[in-house]
């Protein structure tokens, strides 16, 4: 038994002594494992100066090589006289996607199924620290920037933003948001402050003029009259573009429109080779003698993926048609416009030939 | 002449002290069972004179004065202290055998041999039976033998020598990029036959190293070594002061030891294979693969129609583009190789010599590669007494080595040959093949030659008080001529031209004192100092287009050709001056206290510290010879705790880092001016790196030796590191050299030994032995913050990241989650609606690798990367295996490595073959199969590799890239180093013939290593973990040899 004892105190001994050399980890009293969390982080652009009523997704964050992922919040939002500003954190209704559109939906069934809504804040910072204006943050939601385009600070919303990880707690200070009001189409004849029409750039006093929307491809339209090129410049403009709503559609409904120089239809027969199935990604084409139009799903485009329907980011519809010229040889015209609408509703895009009608018939 | 009068007078002076006669004692000596002990030395302690060896029954006869102390020596027997009385005639003395491996051993401190039991410092010895049979270098043999000595035979390259480290990491410099970049060797300082020798100093300029760079340690052949001792803790290296911060490692090499002359003669004769090469698709079966590829990938009919442009695709009735050439196969080669050791000794106590004579001879494996190694080493030992001794030695050594068109241990031609398309040579004309023709016909011839005589000196002046001095010169000597052909350089041949040499005078002077006080107060004291020039000066000529193959030289006919040269930056001129003083003090070697102080100082450092002080202390407590333990556990044969604590500084400066740079830039005054270098900014503060060590060991050997076991812990910290703090632009100069980083490693190590069976005929021995290394950065410059990243300007982007709290070398990498099954994988970023893509906007598909988007914003970029792993192994260590049956032995040793993470870039290359079917000339690459591999091949796959033969892919995506953790595998190995089995022939057979010993041996050498890492061999890698798939293979060694004594 005494030996048994013994055992047990030497053994126990034993075991003790080998604790001690094993756990001497901490003994060491060596710095801890934790992340890194860098002195400069900081954001390329800290003034946001994001357009309303479209999804603007910002410069992500200059990480400096801090351990990711990092938790990220905005804290003291305040307009620039001190009262608190939560108006663009509150949450609204906007699209989410959960599958890639990648153009080649039949239906507009199959779009809506790959994206979704959700109610989240119209601005917020997503899990990788990127600033995310949505789309449901509309003029009447956020007060954008004062029409007579004076800015005052009382005018401007700041914002800290408070980056952490196991390494410690940084803020980045004094983001400001200073909104443009909505545009609802691009490209844009309206008054960036105002929202209205804006003046003729070239006669910016005259009242009587006003800034067009040209067509972004114009080739080998003749005038019917003149038999000269149309075309557009500074002084004149032979065909411009008007994005408008109108009325009587279901809602999400495109419209093409051509007028002639009186103001009257022209029936888009006549513009005899273009691919009217291919021109938007839409559904269930409608062609009168007046218009063509198309059930759509908005905005157009719906992302910037490159899909047939698009270039650079923009939907591109391209119309076209053929005559016979001089010394039979097949004369083909093209003109269209490269554009996107992010507003939901029924709109309609108008080619307008202000000066004289394209000549259709053969020379 | 001089020395009989001294002894005389030395005798006369005993004589008249003790007032004694002379008188004439016969005896007898044995041992316990009563059998008569030959060669047993009777020793007058008052002299200190051996007076005679017993005669083979036992018996002796001495003529001495009464009242005087024998003692009786052997080896493997207690020492017996016999007092004659007076008039006493005869005597018989019995010796009881000693306790193996305890009293015996010797350990060296500070150049003066102490005994190992009053040591306080942890160091292990391995003999010349742990070494050999085995034909090789030095270093790697002592693979897996000692613990806490991580050595990784990381080159097959002839005459080169792999990395050793002793606890962990020193430093935190890498040189190079990509995946040559490498780690600052920090290999330990030896000290061979009392004089170091700084074994980096061949490779201090990286892989990419100008000259022969032949490792010292390769020069020593390892027939000639006597033991090795390596010395790993603060208390043992800080006597050898600033060189020692890394461990010291003390070789003795033989000296003579034999009444007869005895001549020795090893030869092995041995052949090297290469490993597995990388299996290939010959001829039509790669064209079959390439077109299949074009085919099943092509995204347009333009790539369909480049076939037709593309002649070895389409044009495969061409009797040329029918070839299968295996191209590896040209490269590499079994070679048969040998070596010689011819050695000489004789002598008695009073006069020995040696001569070793040796011839090595290697041929690469890979082809135009090789090494010979010519050495003699004499020494001749004079010790008239006790009291004087003499000893001269002289070193000879001339390496040659053939790096064919390499640089030792990167083969990137060789590399970059074996890859070739199995079509080429292409019809007409023969010249895809330059790599081939470089490697092959490149004449490369380095020498180095070394020569060091040695001379010491030593005389008691008083009992127990004796002062030594030796002198050493080194000499070497270093050329490399490299001539390289027309056909292999776009042709114009052109040459280089190396020449190097280095010295060191040595001196070092010392006076010891020991004493022993009612044989229980001992004590020691060694003051020495040491004084050291070094000097090396290295220039180079580059000569391009000189005239013609067969003119190879003299050269310099034209300026316009030359490429630079000169110089380089290598140039050393160093004085040192050290002094050191050591103390021990021991009561009944029980408890042992060792104290010992050094200073070095060097030109090399800046005033403000020219001289680094080295402090360490030790104690030690030998529980065996506490009576209470004795009684209570007479098992216990050996016992002792030990714990120390140390400091070793190693200066950081330099001319450069202290004072900075001139150049010749800028103009004063329409002058040419001389201006200061902006790259690094002088920094006189610069503080040398301290190393403190604390240290705590166990020694244990039980039931009667059979057991024994050796167990240290220790906690390193090495402080003021050297790091490099890129300046703000704003300051003008680039670099700061400051030191204000610094690692911790700390570990355990056990060394364990058991001898289970040792009856007679059967004997087995097995030691395994392990070590266990943690490393923590602990600091960095202050504004970092606590993490640094080393970005690899090299494309292939494998970066390191220091971060404070972590293991201090970790990637930093993008972080592979597997292959995406289907293009409904890849994630979708909800706010834009756009799927994951690369920066360069090609969105990510089935059979694209997943890497994480740490940052969150859906594009792949260098926000993404992540640290991950571990380059430097956690846990090393050996073991060994011995079985005698009476004459014959086989021995098993192994090694092993684990918990350390390497980098395959070596599959990543092969994978990337693929990358491009229509490559022409040198992008014509031969195609491997995958078959072996978990790749993604359809949608629905789950896969760990990406789709290597979508080749569109690789310049967009690049799923090969090497900057992701799809190549990181855990580098754990174990490796049986050799097999050797061995034959004594018996005394009595070959006295006949007149011989005295014969041993034939066959051995295996890096026989197999087992791991799961899928490359090749998970040791040949670099220092930082990375698999050189240009590196040089470590051939399988197949020996046979014999050891002749006569």
């Known amino acids: 038994m005494m030996s048994y004892i013994k055992y047990k105190v030497q053994g126990s001994m034993a075991a003790l002594s080998l604790l001690t050399l094993f756990s001497c980890d901490n003994m060491y009293n060596l710095p801890t494992d934790q992340d890194f969390i860098s002195e400069n982080l900081t954001y390329n652009t800290k003034v946001l100066e994001p357009i309303l009523g479209r999804t603007t997704v910002f410069t992500p964050l200059n990480v400096d090589n801090s351990t990711l992922p990092l938790q990220f919040e905005i804290v003291n939002a305040r307009f620039g006289d001190g009262t608190p500003a939560t108006d663009f954190l ?41 600033f995310i204006l949505h789309a449901s943050a509309t003029s009447d939601r956020i007060l954008p920037r004062p029409t007579d385009s004076v800015l005052k600070t009382q005018d401007i919303r700041f914002f800290d933003l408070k980056l952490s990880n196991s390494g410690g707690v940084r803020y980045v200070k004094d983001f400001q948001l200073i909104p443009w009001r909505e545009m609802d189409y691009d490209p844009t004849d309206l008054n960036p402050y105002t929202g209205e029409i804006a003046p003729d750039p070239a006669n910016p006093k005259d009242p009587r003029k006003r800034a067009y929307i040209l067509p972004s491809i114009m080739v080998g339209l003749v005038g019917d009259s003149t038999d000269v090129n149309l075309i557009n410049n500074d002084q004149k403009k032979d065909l411009v573009v008007y994005i408008r709503q109108f009325q009587g559609g279901n809602g999400h409904k495109l419209r093409f429109k051509f007028l002639d120089k009186k103001g009257n239809p022209i029936n888009p027969a006549e513009f005899n080779e273009t691919r009217w199935d291919n021109l938007v990604h839409g559904f269930n084409r409608e062609t009168t003698s007046e218009y063509v139009q198309y059930d759509v799903a908005y905005p157009i485009p719906l992302t910037s993926f490159n899909t047939v329907y698009t270039m650079g980011g923009r939907a591109r519809a391209l119309f076209s048609y053929s005559r016979m010229g001089w010394g039979g040889v097949r004369q083909l015209a093209t003109f269209g416009l490269d554009f996107r609408i992010f507003k939901k509703g029924d709109w309609e895009i108008v080619f307008h030939f202000q000066n004289d009608n394209p000549k259709f018939d053969n020379d | 002449m001089k020395n009989k009068i001294i002894y005389s007078v030395l005798l006369l002076w005993i004589g008249f002290s003790f007032h004694a006669t002379a008188q004439t004692l016969r005896g007898r000596v044995l041992d316990t069972d009563g059998k008569g002990l030959g060669g047993v030395t009777v020793i007058n302690t008052s002299t200190g004179r051996a007076l005679v060896a017993t005669e083979p029954n036992g018996s002796f006869s001495v003529s001495i004065t009464s009242n005087t102390t024998l003692l009786f020596k052997l080896v493997g027997y207690t020492d017996k202290r016999v007092n004659v009385q007076r008039g006493q005639t005869s005597l018989t003395v019995t010796l009881a055998a000693s306790d193996q491996g305890i009293e015996e051993v010797v350990v060296t401190r500070g150049y003066a041999k102490r005994p190992k039991e009053t040591s306080t410092g942890a160091s292990n010895i391995l003999t010349a039976d742990d070494i050999r049979d085995v034909p090789g270098p030095l270093e790697s043999l002592l693979q897996g033998k000692v613990p806490g000595m991580n050595i990784q035979v990381n080159t097959g390259a002839p005459g080169y020598r792999g990395t050793t480290q002793i606890r962990g990491l020193s430093t935190l410099t890498i040189t190079g990029s990509g995946s040559e970049s490498i780690l600052m060797p920090t290999s330990p300082l030896y000290v061979i036959d009392g004089v170091p020798l700084d074994a980096d100093r061949a490779s201090e300029m990286g892989l990419q190293q100008q000259g022969p760079g032949i490792s010292p340690l390769s020069m020593i052949p390892p027939e000639d070594v006597e033991s090795i001792e390596i010395l790993k803790d603060a208390q043992a290296t800080s006597l050898y002061g600033s060189l020692a911060a890394y461990g010291v490692i003390i070789i003795n090499t033989k000296r003579g030891n034999s009444e007869i002359p005895r001549i020795n003669y090893t030869n092995n004769t041995f052949i090297k294979t290469p490993p597995k090469l990388r299996e290939t698709l010959g001829g039509n079966l790669e064209r079959r693969l390439k077109l299949q590829q074009i085919y099943g990938n092509a995204l347009t009919q333009e790539d369909i129609d480049r076939i037709q442009r ?194 060191q005078l040595y001196s070092r002077s010392s006076l010891n004192y020991m004493k022993s006080f009612n044989e229980e107060h001992n004590i020691f004291i060694n003051l020495f100092n040491e004084v050291r020039n070094v000097t090396r000066q290295n220039s180079v000529i580059h000569q391009h287009r000189t005239p013609n193959d067969i003119f190879q030289g003299p050269l ?109 830039w800028g103009n004063y005054n329409q002058q040419q001016g001389i201006g200061i270098d902006f790259g690094q900014i002088p920094n006189p503060n610069l503080k040398p790196t301290t190393s403190s060590q604390y240290n705590l060991g166990i020694d244990l050997a039980l039931f009667n030796n059979k057991v024994d076991l050796v167990y240290d812990t220790y906690y390193k910290k090495v402080d003021n590191l050297l790091f490099d703090q890129f300046l703000n632009s704003s300051v003008g100069f680039h670099v700061l050299a400051s030191n204000d980083a610094a690692i911790a490693n700390y570990g355990h190590e056990l060394a364990l030994n058991i001898r289970p069976i040792n009856r007679g005929d059967f004997n ?143 599959l990543a290359e092969r994978m990337a073959l693929m990358a491009n079917p229509f490559g022409q000339g040198g992008d014509n690459k031969v195609v491997v199969p995958l078959d072996g591999y978990d790749m993604w091949r359809q949608p629905g796959d789950v896969a760990k590799y990406p789709y290597a033969y979508a080749y569109t892919r690789s310049n967009t995506i690049q799923p090969f890239r090497y900057d992701q953790t799809l190549w990181e595998e855990n580098g754990t190995y174990f490796k049986i180093n050799n097999i050797i089995l061995a034959y004594n022939f018996n005394r009595s057979f070959l006295s006949r013939y007149g011989l005295q010993r014969l041993r034939v041996y066959g051995s295996l050498d890096n026989v197999v290593t087992f791991s799961e890492y899928s490359g090749p061999n998970p040791e040949n890698v670099t220092s930082m973990g990375r698999d050189l798939s240009n590196g040089y293979p470590v051939p399988r060694t197949y020996n046979l040899g014999l050891n002749l004594s006569f």
Not at chain 1, 93 to 109: A, H, K, P, V
Not at chain 2, 476 to 499: G, H, L, M
Request: net charge neutral; charged share 20%; proline share 3%.
């Open chain 2, 764 to 906: 087995w021995t097995f030691s395994i032995n392990g070590a266990l290394n943690r490393d923590v950065l602990l600091k960095l410059p202050a504004h970092y913050g606590g993490q640094f990243i080393r970005w690899d300007g090299d494309n292939n982007g494998q970066h390191v990241v220091f971060r404070v709290g972590t293991s201090t070398l970790s990637n930093y990498l993008l972080l592979n989650e597997g292959v995406y099954s289907r293009d409904e994988d890849v994630p979708i970023d909800p706010a834009t609606g756009l799927r994951y893509r690369a920066s360069s906007g090609v969105f990510f598909e089935a059979g694209d690798p997943i890497w994480a988007d740490r940052n969150g914003d859906y594009i792949l970029d260098d926000r993404d990367y992540a640290r991950t792993g571990n380059s430097q192994p956690l846990i090393t260590g050996g073991m060994q295996n011995t079985f005698n049956y009476k004459n014959i032995q086989l021995s098993i040793y192994a090694s092993f490595t684990a918990k350390r993470t390497i980098l395959n870039n070596a």
């Open chain 2, 310 to 503: 593309t002649p070895h695709l389409s044009d495969s009735l061409n009797a040329y583009f029918n070839n299968s050439t295996n191209w590896q196969d040209l490269y590499f080669q079994t070679t048969l190789n040998q070596s010689h050791n011819l050695s000489v000794d004789g002598g008695n106590r009073i006069l020995s010599y040696k001569a070793n004579i040796g011839y090595y001879t290697e041929t690469g494996i890979i082809r135009n590669t090789g090494f010979d190694r010519y050495s003699t080493n004499l020494r001749m030992d004079y010790s008239p007494d006790s009291k004087i001794r003499f000893t001269g030695q002289v070193f000879a050594q001339l390496g040659k080595v053939n790096k064919g068109d390499g640089t030792g241990i990167l083969q990137t031609g060789v590399a970059r040959g074996g890859l070739s398309s199995t079509l080429l040579p292409p019809p007409s004309f023969y010249l895809a093949s330059s790599d081939y023709i470089s490697s092959i016909s490149t004449k490369n011839t380095n020498n180095v030659r070394v020569i060091r005589p040695y001379i010491e000196g030593s005389y008691e002046i008083l009992t127990g008080l004796r002062l030594t001095s030796a002198l050493s010169y080194e000499f070497s000597s270093s050329t490399e001529d490299t001539f390289t052909p027309a056909a292999a350089s776009n042709q114009f041949s052109k040459v280089y031209s190396f020449a190097g040499r280095e010295t």
């Open chain 1, 90 to 130: 509150e949450n609204a209704e906007t699209y989410e996607w959960i599958d890639e559109y990648d153009g080649r939906e039949t239906s507009l069934q199959e779009i809506e199924s790959k994206r979704r809504l959700v109610s989240k804040p119209m601005f917020e910072v997503d899990s990788g620290g990127r």
């Open chain 2, 556 to 664: 310099g006919f034209d300026g316009y050709f030359s490429r630079g040269g000169g110089l380089l930056n290598n140039f050393k001129d160093e004085r040192a001056v050290s002094f050191a003083l050591s103390t021990s003090y021991d009561f009944k070697r029980t408890y042992v206290v060792d104290l010992s102080y050094r200073m070095d100082g060097s030109s090399g450092n800046g005033f403000g510290n020219l001289y680094t002080r080295n402090p360490a202390i030790g104690f030690r407590w030998n529980a065996h010879h506490e009576e209470w333990i004795k009684e209570r556990a007479p098992w216990l044969n050996l016992g002792s705790v030990r714990a120390s604590w140390g400091i070793n500084v190693m200066p950081n400066s330099t001319l450069e880092r202290v004072y900075g740079r001139y150049n010749i």
